[in-house]
């Protein structure tokens, strides 16, 4: 009944910029945190960035003052802007929302956790 999807990435030099996207599909009533997490061969999955329905954000140590993250609840998509990218943000980058609330019914909602995207391939080359 709901799912994220995940567009964008694909390809960069170093130096440039990629923008990511991830929209959450079906009868949404309100999306939580939702943030990118990524994971490079060899190394395990990292935090990149959150941001809270509220749009209290919080950035992985290496990722900050490059990438930005923002949302628009009103289309419940969460964005992922990476500029000054490097050979070492290369990987899988996947989108997660920790609580998505959803109709069940004209006048009923439930709730379910830990949401995750497909995932997306990043390609960053010096």
């Known amino acids: 009944q709901v799912q994220l999807m995940e567009s964008g990435g694909h390809w960069a030099q170093a130096g440039g910029s990629l923008r990511l996207s991830c929209k959450a599909h079906?009868?949404?009533?309100?999306?939580?945190?939702m943030g990118w997490y990524r994971q490079s061969p060899g190394k395990p999955r990292e935090l990149v960035a959150t941001i809270s329905s509220a749009g209290a954000t919080i950035y992985g140590d290496s990722v900050m003052g490059r990438f930005a993250i923002s949302r628009d609840n009103g289309v419940n998509t969460v964005y992922l802007q990476m500029n000054d990218l490097k050979p070492e943000d290369s990987g899988i980058y996947s989108c997660?929302?920790?609580?998505?609330?959803?109709?069940?019914?004209?006048?009923?909602?439930?709730?379910?956790?830990?949401?995750w995207g497909q995932g997306t391939l990043v390609t960053v080359t010096a």
């Open positions: 997660n929302a920790d609580r998505i609330r959803y109709y069940i019914g004209p006048d009923y909602t439930t709730y379910g956790l830990d949401y």
């Open positions: 079906g009868n949404i009533a309100t999306v939580d945190t």
